[in-house]
């Protein structure tokens, strides 16, 4: 199955660059649960000089590419990127249309919260940090984000929150989409936990694709 993954944005002004960028330990993590990681480019949707957007480059990538799931990975606060957000609010009407599984992973699922209308505040003790999961996810998980969620969105449910009442993680209600704010990616060995429901997830591509 393949799996676009988009990518965060970096900034190396020594070099007048501006790169995609996307932790290798994602893709392991994404191999190991037996999935084809295929990264988004930022850029293919553009603001033209008149003010119009222009998101044919990334429709055609899409439709050469043919993903079966799509991950918003973490990396950047909103706001940080146009390019970038401007590609994940696009992929998230892609993923919509076609019913296609997603997960958002920390800065991904404030990204799906934001574009369902939810608002993001500053967090404190998230940062570089452990937290127990409380709620249908359950066990601990690393934390890396200064931004949680000030509500649930609209059309979620909450399956997470750690003990200090922050929402961890998110299910749509009716599409198959979920956000996770720990990183599966960043753990010293993946955890059977987030193998499995990463798995189980992208495995409701035949139930939406029907």
Wanted: net charge negative.
């Amino acid at each position: 199955m393949k799996v676009a993954v988009s990518q965060r944005v970096d900034h190396y002004p020594e070099r007048d660059e501006l790169r995609d960028a996307i932790d290798q330990r994602l893709i392991a993590f994404l191999l190991g649960a037996g999935f084809i990681p295929l990264p988004v480019p930022n850029g293919l949707y553009k603001v033209l000089p008149d003010g119009r957007y222009d998101h044919k480059a990334l429709d055609n990538w899409l439709a050469a590419v043919n993903p079966q799931a799509l991950v918003l990975s973490g990396g950047n606060d909103i706001g940080q990127s146009s390019e970038r957000d401007l590609t994940e609010g696009w992929l998230l009407e892609y993923a919509k249309l076609h019913r296609l599984p997603l997960l958002g992973i920390c800065r991904g699922m404030q990204m799906m919260a934001h574009w369902s209308g939810a608002d993001l505040y500053s967090v404190h003790g998230h940062v570089r940090t452990r937290h127990s999961l409380i709620g249908e996810i359950s066990g601990d998980a690393n934390s890396y984000h200064g931004f949680s969620l000030a509500s649930c969105p609209f059309g979620f449910d909450v399956l997470a929150r750690s003990e200090d009442g922050e929402i961890e993680a998110i299910r749509h209600a009716s599409l198959p989409w979920e956000g996770w704010m720990w990183h599966p990616e960043r753990e010293n060995i993946f955890t059977a936990r987030d193998v499995n429901r990463v798995k189980a997830l992208f495995c409701e591509y035949d139930v939406g694709a029907g």
